[in-house]
């Protein structure tokens, strides 16, 4: 860890950075409780104090002086460097000032995940609007982690916040997306720990630790949950090991998952009425999050909220495919909603602060000090509020890198879901099909056995952090092959397995669009106390020459452990064999299926390594030692009418007169 001399409120002599075109300073910034969290002040010349103007802040946990891959500006062009990102803000008139965690890169401190962000941020933000160089406004910025620190910051009622673009995080509740979803444990949460843990400042002081992180067999432990105190991968490092067990066993809503770092929602009140702008992507774990997050600031404050939804995989938005998928030129940010995503930072942000015509930056903060950003301007006005990729369309070939070229263009609206789209009910019928009409039938189901200790892999999906055992974006499930962790030779379909429940639509006869909510209402019972129920939503483009099996392409997938079923704050296990209706909800999405697709819904009962696998026992998985195998049942009868529920444009009667 770096040493510094200063005192708390002051900063180290400026140094030059690029022939003197920047200037930083080491900063040390007093946190309530006594610890310094390291921080660098980017600025256009060696006294910001002469000249006080914005600060661009962001706050995170990988190194505020280090390169990150979700920084790509341009797909032509290198992943720019901390100071290159700066030298664009402090060009526009800005001062830029990256902050590292509690407990990572410089700071002091014990790094805990997510739970110690709010106050954190709001101290760093209250600090800087002392500052002779703040002129009062603090705008936030960053993907990831660094989108997470701005809602808990803002959900501490921080003042001088004027304006936040959170890509590709901020919680609205982790318990629903990031650390559980449907009462599940997403296991990304240990595979960050143990990337990071690597990069810790513990790793950094001993290279014992750190050569025993790096030999981690990380498959190895998956196939050896659960995992105790002092027998997991992260047994070596307390701290790390500490927190992601906590996490783990924290299974039910509770003051755990009511922390405002990690609960937007419970929050909002509080958040400052300023511009925000929302970024994610379909195959981000964070879809569900993010969307919240607009809609909720979008109907609670005054100042405007905005949602940018692309098609790719965690802050990859340089980038035109999201696994073995393609979605065309027309598929990044850059070049299509702006020529770069600093230019469309920088541009949003200028019209957040009213500065786009200003000429005296100093004369406009007179009027503006506490840090009520002007809305009026009338670009500001203009700005679709939802900026959305429909992905589809394309020819499904393969393309040169061997991608199936699905294609899709940026489409706008006023909200979120569209205004052209309604709910639409497919019923499930124990022959396979997805229908617009109720069943009539007194008995109808389909039973499969599911046992935990042969789940269904992950295939894609909306995954971050999981490598090596698992990879986000679109794949075709007709073809898992030796990338899949868990799967197993000779590669069959996902759906051919007993366990997955396949259903679809005829082949369409025209296009349907699809862009919206996505959830299935289930009728189930189950021989276990305790069991889960899992959907994926897919795309079924049909045989080409290409791909003369087909592609089966994931769209958004869901879970919901059942013991829930009633209440996440008071589990309640399963009376084996009674018929109980649980709703499964998946991540947001938007697809065009062509005609001669099909519309296609699998069931199960796990999806691992994405989350934890129930073990039928009805004991907390963090605990369980043991499993049973559970025989599960979907009721598709009159009086249990299971059915998949989705936004399609045009509702109900457009979709029938196109399903055949």
């Known amino acids: 860890m770096t040493s510094y001399d200063t ?33 660098d002040l980017y600025s256009a010349s060696p006294e910001p104090e002469a000249t006080a103007l914005p600060v661009l802040l962001e706050r995170t946990p990988y190194g505020r002086r280090a390169q990150r891959g979700s920084d790509q500006d341009r797909g032509d062009a290198p992943v720019p460097q901390p100071e290159d990102t700066a030298r664009h803000f402090t060009e526009a008139r800005y001062h830029v000032v990256r902050q590292d965690c509690r407990g990572r890169g410089d700071s002091e401190g014990t790094f805990v995940k997510y739970l110690g962000e709010g106050p954190d941020g709001a101290d760093t933000i209250a600090w800087l609007r002392n500052q002779p160089w703040c002129d009062g406004r603090v705008v936030m910025t960053g993907v990831s982690y660094s989108a997470h620190v701005q809602a ?34 997403e296991l990304k949460q240990v595979t960050w720990a143990l990337r990071h843990a690597l990069q810790s400042p513990e790793a950094a002081a001993d290279p014992v630790l750190s050569e025993a992180l790096s030999r981690v067999d990380v498959a190895g432990w998956f196939g050896a949950m659960p995992w105790r105190p002092g ?33 937007g929602r419970g929050f909002y009140e509080r958040f400052p009425d300023a511009p925000s702008m929302h970024m994610g992507s379909w195959y981000d774990p964070y879809v569900r999050s993010t969307i919240e997050n607009f809609t909720a600031l979008r109907e609670l404050k005054s100042a405007p909220s905005y949602l940018v939804m692309g098609p790719w995989t965690h802050g990859r938005r340089c980038d035109t495919y999201a696994g073995d998928v393609d979605f065309g030129p027309r598929a990044t940010l850059d070049g299509n909603l702006a020529p770069s995503y600093l230019e469309f930072r920088r541009r949003w942000f200028d019209r957040a602060l009213g500065r786009q015509d200003e000429e005296n930056h100093e004369e406009k903060h007179e009027e503006n000090h506490e840090g009520k950003p002007e809305n009026g301007h009338p670009e500001n006005r203009d700005l679709p509020a939802v900026q959305y990729f429909l992905m589809g369309g394309g020819d499904g070939l393969r393309d040169a890198a061997g991608r199936m070229r699905h294609g899709g263009a940026w489409r706008t609206d006023t909200r979120w879901p569209p205004t052209s789209t309604e709910p639409v009910a497919l019923y499930l019928t124990p022959g396979g099909a997805l229908s617009t009409a109720p069943p009539t039938a007194t008995v109808a189901s389909v039973t499969y056995d599911f046992d935990p200790r042969r789940p269904v892999p992950t295939m894609g999906g909306q995954v971050t952090s999981g490598e090596p055992v698992m990879t986000g974006g679109a794949y075709d499930q007709n073809a898992p092959d030796a990338r899949v962790y868990g799967a197993r030779e000779p590669y069959l379909p996902l759906d051919s397995r007993p366990d997955v429940i396949s259903l679809s639509t005829p082949p369409l006869e ?16 189950t021989t276990a106390p305790d069991t889960d129920f899992t959907i994926k939503l897919i795309d079924v483009h049909p045989p080409n020459a290409d791909f003369p099996h087909g592609f089966a392409m994931n769209l958004t997938d869901g879970i919901v452990r059942c013991r829930f079923h009633r209440s996440t704050e008071k589990p309640e296990l ?26 296609r819904l699998d069931i199960s009962s796990s999806n691992f390594p994405r989350f934890d696998v129930n073990t ?27 059915h998949l529920r989705v936004w399609l444009e045009g509702g109900a009667d457009a979709f029938a007169a196109v399903s055949g």
């Open 574 to 599: 399963l009376t084996p064999g009674e018929v109980y209706e649980i709703e499964v909800t998946a991540p947001d999405t938007a697809n065009r299926f062509t005609a001669g697709h099909r519309i």
């Open 231 to 263: 027998c997991t991968p992260l047994r070596h490092l307390s701290a790390y090991e500490d927190y992601l067990l906590e996490q783990w066993r924290q299974d039910t809503f509770g003051d755990y998952y009511r922390n405002p770092a990690i609960y």
């Open 510 to 525: 025209r296009d349907v669009v699809l862009a919206g909510p996505v959830s299935a209402r289930l009728h189930i019972s």
């Open 152 to 185: 808990a910051a803002a959900a501490e009622g921080v003042k001088g916040l004027a304006a936040m673009v959170q890509d590709s995080g901020g919680f609205s509740s982790a318990y629903d997306a990031g650390m559980r979803m449907g009462g599940a444990f």
């Open 7 to 39: 005192d708390a409120s002051h900063a180290h002599r400026p140094e030059p950075l690029q022939g003197g075109a920047l200037w930083r300073r080491a900063l040390r910034i007093p946190m309530r409780d006594g610890i310094r969290l390291a921080a």
């Open 616 to 642: 039928n026992t009805g004991e907390p998985e963090a605990a369980a030692r043991r499993t049973a195998i559970a025989t599960n049942t979907v009721h598709m009868d009159a009086g249990h009418p299971s």
